[in-house]
């Protein structure tokens, strides 16, 4: 696996064991079966193995695998390069480091080892399913006075139970683990949001730009990033 050391901008510590078992002392731990994280954020994949007997050979994560074919190693595929750091050497512990999370890095990583003998080869399952997130604020509601619900939204539930961070402006006005906010709503305001402690990866900010009345009492409302 070529892999190298990168920074880290966000990475993700779950402690809750899940252990996959595996047959004949064969078998592959995963710290956790479902992870959800930001875009641009880094993730450590925790993991261990064991083995009956033998000499491990080659180590590798895969997301893919087709019928009677080896998969293909992260390690190399381009898509990857520069951003894998695998810390196991061989040594039954298979943690897998991804940084610079990109949205299409979304998929179920699986660790494989292969062994000096016979039959020596092995596949954890059901592996770790990774779903990586762009944070976006939508509008949740509006009444006739103008008073806008914005939600600080993702396309997965996100695993840590982050604070959120809401900036009006530009400028910080709202911490709180509600992804939610309430706020008078005028043309020449824009909003975003943010990870408490990750304020770097914050969504783009928006602004609302139009009114189409649906009844007497309701609107839709229309934004747009600044």
């Known amino acids: 696996m070529a892999l190298r050391t990168a920074g880290s ?14 047959q004949n002392g064969w078998s592959v731990t ?3 079966q479902s992870i959800c994280t930001l875009k641009g954020s880094s993730v450590d994949l925790f993991c261990s193995y064991t083995y009956p007997r033998g000499t491990v050979t080659t180590t590798l994560w895969f997301t893919k695998m087709e019928a009677g074919k080896e998969p293909k190693d992260l390690g190399q595929n381009p898509e990857y390069a520069g951003r894998l750091e695998y810390h196991g050497v061989k040594k039954k512990d298979c943690t ?3 940084t610079d999370l990109r949205e299409r890095d979304s998929a179920t990583y699986k660790f494989r080892l292969l062994t000096d003998q016979e039959g020596g080869k092995y596949s954890g399952s059901p592996g770790v399913t990774l779903s ?10 509006k009444t006739l006075q103008n008073w806008v619900t914005l ?3 993702t396309t997965c539930t996100l695993t840590d139970n982050p604070t959120y961070i809401w900036y009006k402006n530009g400028h910080k ?14 043309d020449a ?3 975003s949001c943010a990870v408490k402690g990750h304020e770097d990866l914050h969504s783009p900010a928006v602004c609302e730009y139009g ?3 649906v009844v007497s009492i309701t609107f839709q409302v229309e934004l747009s990033v600044c």
């Not at 901008?9 to 595996?22: A, D, H, K, P, Q």
């Not at 990586?132 to 509601?141: E, H, M, N, Y």
């Not at 683990?177 to 709503?185: A, C, M, N, Q, W």
């Open 211 to 213: 009114f189409n009345s």
């Open 30 to 32: 995963y710290t956790t």
């Open 173 to 186: 006005v709202k911490e709180d683990t509600s992804s939610l906010y309430s706020d008078y709503f005028s």
């Open 189 to 191: 305001d824009s909003y």
């Open 151 to 153: 939600t600080c939204s």
């Open 96 to 98: 897998l480091t991804i």
């Open 132 to 141: 990586v997130t762009a944070l976006q604020v939508k509008i949740t509601s």
């Open 9 to 22: 901008v966000l990475v993700v510590f779950l402690w809750s064991v899940t252990v996959v078992l595996g």
